[in-house]
């Protein structure tokens, strides 16, 4: 495939990576952090893992897919459409880019999280 195609799947691995590391990250309530496993995955659940699951919907290989055999050109557009609605919501994750970052820079360092934001930042912007 083209290298548009494999920075499609490489942002879509990170975001699996992204789902798998939610359900172990402990959360605060008020001053109280949540640390047990039901409880975090309860959270997720509640919160953001139907906006994570929507985004690794790998519409735009389904809709590859079905081009390629021969579905209607209005089908086809019916279905870029939802491509770009799942676009937003993985744009909808961004909002907690401040999380993350406080989540890195307590275990890693200010100068190795800000470099990769710096990377997540261009493989972000290769993918639009």
Do not use: C
């Not at 909808?92 to 993350?100: N, S, Y």
Request: hydrophobic share 55%; proline share 2%; aromatic share 12%.
């Amino acid at each position: 495939g083209s290298w548009v195609q494999w920075m499609d799947i490489a942002v879509d691995v990170l975001f699996l990576l992204d789902i798998a590391i939610q359900f172990r990250t402990a959360y605060y309530v008020g001053d109280t952090l949540v640390t047990s496993h039901l409880g975090i995955a309860r959270h997720y659940i509640t919160t953001w893992f139907l906006v994570d699951v929507l985004a690794l919907n790998p519409v735009g290989y389904v809709t590859t897919f079905l081009r390629d055999h021969g579905t209607s050109v209005s089908e086809s557009l019916r279905l870029l459409e939802l491509t770009q609605l799942l676009k937003i919501a993985k744009l909808a994750r961004l909002l907690r880019i401040p999380q993350l970052t406080k989540f890195f820079e307590e275990r890693l360092g200010w100068a190795l999280t800000r470099l990769i934001m710096f990377v997540a930042a261009a493989l972000f912007l290769l993918h639009l």
